[in-house]
């Protein structure tokens, strides 16, 4: 378990909703704790190297699809947060199950977090350091590493795509 998961507060009957990467570390015992999968992230994983350990424990698994009317509200919300652009299919369908079923999304992703602090959504990450509030972004280059202060569709200097990272206080 997440170091994270064992001083959360006030937990109560909120169902953990993890994200592919969540699942992926090992961190989340989807047998024994209280799990829901959207179905995007079944799908992920019975792609991956891990798709057999999840075929073999499907059966016992809580799976759900998000109701429209949940997508509708995410793509809104990401949409005023500005993380729409960064956020996958999959993303958006955890998002979208967690809010339908006062789920706690399990996710080290910035935007999702993002999104979750801004929908009243509760969330954990599972490695690094959740966010407490919403972030500043900055953006850096994948070929070469330039950080700009602006979003671009590629680096000016190596015309590889430019992503983003959050800027905290006290690093960087
Ligand atoms: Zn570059």
Not at 27 to 56: F, H, Q, T
Request: aromatic share 6%.
């Amino acid at each position: 378990m997440c170091p994270s998961m064992n001083d959360n507060q006030d937990q109560g009957s909120s169902p953990y909703v993890p994200d592919t990467s969540a699942i992926l570390t090992g961190k989340i015992d989807l047998l024994s704790m209280d799990c829901v999968l959207p179905s995007g992230v079944v799908g992920e994983i019975k792609k991956g190297r891990m798709g057999r350990i999840m075929e073999n424990t499907a059966m016992s698994l809580r799976i759900m699809s998000p109701k429209k009317i949940f997508m509708e509200k995410i793509t809104s919300a990401a949409r005023n947060t500005g993380d729409l652009p960064y956020l996958s299919q999959v993303d958006m369908e955890i998002l979208a199950v967690a809010m339908e079923i006062h789920g706690t999304v399990v996710s080290d992703d910035y935007s999702m977090q993002n999104v979750c602090s801004s929908s009243g959504i509760k969330f954990m990450g599972c490695g690094i350091e959740s966010i407490t509030k919403n972030i500043k972004w900055g953006y850096v280059c994948k070929g070469c590493g330039s950080k700009f202060d602006k979003v671009d569709a590629s680096c000016r200097i190596c015309g590889h795509k430019i992503t983003r990272y959050p800027i905290r206080q006290g690093k960087l």
